[in-house]
């Protein structure tokens, strides 16, 4: 059974960093993609970032220069580090992981909430 546990998330405030991870388990992650993708109140759930175990990543137009998506395949762990955060950032961050061959993520974690605030 899949498991993807997230963890990093808390308060900063504007233009503070911080790193989420997403530590996997429960299968063989060599042919999926990881990505993260974030829900703030009222709006729906939007991508932030994906990468696969060859490293290749991509990211939404938002997180191109501040976020950076890696992973550690030795610890099965992907991480989101998030740089020069904003008001607007703010949301609950999701781990989700899908077969690199399909197009919709089959497994979510369960959420880490990250709030920029002054």
């Known amino acids: 059974q899949v498991q993807l546990v997230e963890s990093g998330g808390g308060m900063v405030q504007p233009g503070g960093s911080l790193r989420l991870s997403c530590a996997a388990s429960?299968?063989?992650?060599?042919?999926?993609?990881m990505g993260w993708y974030r829900q703030a109140p009222g709006k729906e759930r939007e991508f932030v970032a994906s990468i696969n175990w060859t490293g290749a990543s991509t990211y939404a137009d938002f997180a191109k220069g501040r976020f950076t998506i890696s992973r550690d395949i030795a610890k099965i762990t992907v991480y989101l580090q998030m740089n020069s955060l904003k008001p607007e950032d703010t949301a609950v961050y999701y781990c989700?992981?899908?077969?690199?061959?399909?197009?919709?993520?089959?497994?979510w974690g369960q959420g880490t909430q990250v709030t920029v605030s002054s």
């Open positions: 429960g299968r063989t992650f060599s042919n999926y993609r």
């Open positions: 989700a992981a899908r077969p690199a061959a399909e197009y919709e993520y089959k497994h």
